[in-house]
């Protein structure tokens, strides 16, 4: 084999070379675009069970302050105490229950936001 030739089969091999180089960086391309879209999936995933767990705490929150409202207003109506009495107890257990409900929501935005 002389010169030329062996030139010749190493530019070829080069050749070989970067077509096969060529091929793995679209593989490696390939499997990072796969990569970012499982993470991307996980956090839609963890978005909406976070969603999902303030609805539910949320609902519950909800519905104490109702059954505080509904306990107060039945107390209200039975009871022979002064109006002032009446609304204190109102007052405070609403504003216990908003507060309640308040926190949690804050706790449920910052593990979405986490």
Known sequence: MNTEEKIARLEQQ????RNEQDQLYRRLAGAQLDQWKSRVEDLEVQFHLG????NDRATVLLKEVRSRWAEVRTHAD???STASDVGEAL???????VRDLRKALLESKARISD
């Not at 969603?51 to 303030?54: N, Q, V």
């Not at 007052?91 to 229950?97: H, K, P, Y």
């Open 78 to 80: 039975g009871a022979a």
């Open 51 to 54: 969603a999902m767990e303030a």
């Open 14 to 17: 080069i050749t070989e070379l």
């Open 91 to 97: 007052r405070d257990g609403l504003e216990s229950a």
